[in-house]
């Protein structure tokens, strides 16, 4: 299919992926061009296995996944995880919102971030434990220069 140069249909796939990539903060959420793209790539999946006789919901299954790939956890989860695990006792649960996206703003984590490639899928590898160590060390030098 033809990439979507406007969302001037309402299409479940657009709404939903970029539904997806504006509350974990992907900076995808404001590409156009490529949240149609993915929309229309599971779109072709879904119409593609349910011509070949695939159950409706292994092809809608199927087409998510096509739309979500490489897209599940992002930066500002795997920082807002840490946050809400470890620092408990330090921010208020209305606050950690604001803060994992205040981190996200310190070259430290990102440099943090960038070391361990962390990607879409990051949570499901099994190098997350010194990832997570070495985040919350940050974090925590951070929160003590904020005197927090």
Same mark, same amino acid.
């Given at each position: 299919m033809k990439p979507n140069d406007e969302y001037s249909e309402l299409n479940y796939y657009i709404v939903y992926l970029q539904a997806h990539l504006s509350a974990h903060y992907f900076p995808q959420s404001v590409?156009?061009?490529f949240i149609a793209e993915r929309a229309d790539n599971a779109l072709d999946t879904y119409v593609t296995l349910f011509l070949q006789g695939k159950? $409706?919901?292994i092809a $809608? +299954?199927?087409a998510m996944? +096509?739309?979500l790939k490489g897209l599940y956890?992002?930066?500002y989860d795997v920082?807002?995880?840490i946050i809400e695990e470890d620092c408990w006792l330090r921010i208020p649960s209305d606050e950690m919102e604001v803060?994992?996206?205040y981190m996200l703003t310190k070259p430290v984590i990102h440099s943090i971030l960038d070391r361990h490639e962390v990607n879409g899928d990051f949570l499901t590898r099994e190098d997350y434990p010194p990832l997570r160590? +070495?985040?919350l060390a940050a974090i925590n030098e951070i929160l003590d220069g904020d005197e927090l």
């Amino acid at each position: 299919m033809k990439p979507n140069d406007e969302y001037s249909e309402l299409n479940y796939y657009i709404v939903y992926l970029q539904a997806h990539l504006s509350a974990h903060y992907f900076p995808q959420s404001v590409d156009r061009r490529f949240i149609a793209e993915r929309a229309d790539n599971a779109l072709d999946t879904y119409v593609t296995l349910f011509l070949q006789g695939k159950p $409706q919901h292994i092809a $809608q +299954e199927l087409a998510m996944r +096509e739309l979500l790939k490489g897209l599940y956890v992002s930066r500002y989860d795997v920082v807002h995880t840490i946050i809400e695990e470890d620092c408990w006792l330090r921010i208020p649960s209305d606050e950690m919102e604001v803060k994992a996206l205040y981190m996200l703003t310190k070259p430290v984590i990102h440099s943090i971030l960038d070391r361990h490639e962390v990607n879409g899928d990051f949570l499901t590898r099994e190098d997350y434990p010194p990832l997570r160590y +070495e985040l919350l060390a940050a974090i925590n030098e951070i929160l003590d220069g904020d005197e927090l």
